[in-house]
């Protein structure tokens, strides 16, 4: 498996905020269990936005070659329901499907 490519998806998904189901594609779920490792550096549960910086930094030049928006702070704080800095997979996930269900009213 592309790591490369995991963390392109990982970082994408974090930016996009239409996604256009309820349910998350379980190819994009098991991708981003995976990038959720490869960005984690401390070993603790879930990312924190130091760690998706980092992701970032790492991936820059591929990210820009092939035109993928990184998150802003403010996409990751977003996404972390519970405001305490740490974006579980579990909360990136619910605020994933609590976007589709948003791009469906409108």
């Known amino acids: 498996m592309n790591f490369s490519f995991l963390v ?9 905020t239409t996604v256009l189901r ?14 959720f490792g490869v960005c984690d550096s401390d070993r603790m549960v879930g990312l924190t936005w130091r760690e998706v910086e980092e992701c970032e930094e790492r991936f820059a030049p591929a990210l820009a070659a092939l035109n993928i928006l990184t998150p802003s702070k403010e996409d990751f704080d977003a996404a972390d329901l519970n405001g305490d800095g740490t974006l579980e997979f ?17």
């Open 8 to 16: 392109f998806t990982f970082l994408a998904s974090i930016y996009s």
């Open 22 to 35: 309820k349910e998350i594609p379980a190819e994009l779920m098991e991708k981003e269990m995976l990038a």
């Open 90 to 106: 579990e909360e990136w996930k619910q605020w994933g499907e609590e976007q589709g269900e948003e791009g469906e009213e409108t």
